[in-house]
Every structure is written in structure tokens, then in C-alpha cells.
């Protein structure tokens, strides 16, 4: 069955400081992948998507990742973090049906 | 442009009451439609999705069912909630190229 990790629960960094948030899924052949934020009492909005083609994909609020086939990852990543960042992040996957698989969140919080 | 839209935002209900969420899409023909329930620290976890009138998928046994009265109308129900079925309820509809657009949400407290 297919399914998504993000192995982190909490991250906190420093403003302005860089970040990396990890994801891992597993499935057989390559699947689309996505990454939403939710800020709190709020839905999910899509940061970025990865179908195919260019391996680092670029998002929206200057976010990036990168689809590595050989670890099964797809990492956000942002060079600079602003305190607005703060907020839950979600990666996801789906085969190319019709259902998103989710990872259970990480909670990021932005020191000033 | 295509809109997602939940409500109520906010429910408090005591156990054994019912319950009607009720999701409406603007803006798209035929939708495949989703609701998902987010519990502290569990992620989203799929209850059900349609891909058109009548047609109800169930993801998972449940306490909640769901119906699909109309092409854009997606409603969430329960004869009578448990403790439970508190959580962070959201739609969704799926765009063309895979991604999930989600409506507000509907925060239910069940006392």
C-alpha cells in the first residue's frame, strides 16, 4: 500500500535561518507528490507539485523541492524562513488515481 | 474561477446527537470530491470520496456516512456521534492535474 512519512513531528528555526522539512513515500513506480500548509483553524493550501521532468520543483512564499528517485524523498526546502512560515506542513502522494495519501504533518515553529 | 465551500466552521454537539456537514463546489462540472478528517497529530485520514451523484466510496468503517445529493453538494452525516468524532473535518475536489483543493474546514466538538 502506498504510504507517505515525514519523520519529523516539530522542527523550530530561527528567522532567516534555512530550512529542510523530509518526506518519504513508498510506492512502486513514480508517484505525484505535493506538499500543502495549513496555518491553524484553517484548510490546506498547495505549495508545490511534482508530476514529472525537472526534479526540483518550485513553489509559492519561495519554497522548493526536490524529487530524489534513489531515496524516495521529496524534500521542502527554503533558503530563508520568515516568522509568517510557521505552520503545519503536510506532504503528500497519489499513484496517478484519484486519492492523496498523507503524511501525518510537521509542525514548524519560527523563532524571532 | 473554481470554489470550495464548508459550513458550518464550527460545531459543538453532545454525543449521541446528529450530524450534517455539508460541502458545496462552485465553478466545475462532475467534481471527484473528498472529505478528510484531521485529529491532533494523526494527519488527514480519508472518510470518503464521490466521483459523481449517488456514488459514495467508503475509506474506512466508521461512525459517519456520507451522500451526494447533487453534482457539487457533498454532505457528511451521523445519526449519532461519538466522542470520537471530534476533529477537524475538510472537502476537497480534485483539479485536473492530481492536486486536491480544500474548502475552510468544519471544526466538530462533540461533548
Known amino acids: 500500500a502506498q504510504s507517505v512519512t515525514q519523520p519529523d513531528i516539530h522542527i523550530t528555526v530561527s528567522e532567516g535561518a534555512s530550512l529542510e522539512l523530509r518526506c518519504n513515500y513508498s510506492y512502486g513506480a513514480t508517484p505525484y507528490l505535493f506538499w500543502y500548509v495549513q496555518s491553524p483553524g484553517q484548510g490546506l493550501q498547495l505549495l508545490l507539485k511534482?508530476?514529472?521532468?525537472?526534479?526540483l520543483v518550485q513553489g509559492i512564499k519561495g519554497f522548493e523541492a526536490e524529487f530524489k528517485r534513489s531515496q524516495s524523498s521529496f524534500n521542502l526546502r527554503k533558503p530563508s524562513v520568515h516568522w509568517s512560515d510557521a505552520a503545519e506542513y503536510f506532504c503528500?502522494?497519489?499513484?496517478?488515481?484519484?486519492?492523496?495519501?498523507f503524511g501525518t504533518g510537521t509542525q514548524l515553529k519560527v523563532e524571532l | 474561477s473554481q470554489t470550495i465551500h464548508q459550513w458550518p466552521a464550527t460545531l459543538v454537539q453532545p454525543v449521541g446527537s446528529p450530524l450534517s456537514l455539508e460541502c458545496t463546489v462552485e465553478g466545475t462540472s462532475n467534481p471527484n470530491l473528498y472529505w478528510y478528517r484531521q485529529a491532533a497529530g494523526r494527519g488527514l485520514q480519508l472518510l470518503f470520496y464521490s466521483v459523481g451523484i449517488g456514488q459514495i466510496s467508503s475509506e474506512v468503517p466508521q461512525n459517519l456516512s456520507a451522500s451526494r445529493p447533487q453534482d457539487r453538494q457533498f454532505i457528511l452525516s451521523s445519526k449519532k456521534l461519538l466522542l470520537s468524532d471530534s476533529g477537524f473535518y475538510l472537502c476537497a475536489w480534485i483539479g485536473n492535474t492530481g492536486e486536491l483543493f480544500f474548502g475552510e474546514g468544519s471544526r466538530l466538538t462533540v461533548l
Open positions: 503528500a502522494s497519489t499513484g496517478g488515481g484519484n486519492k492523496l495519501t
Open positions: 511534482y508530476f514529472s521532468g525537472d526534479t
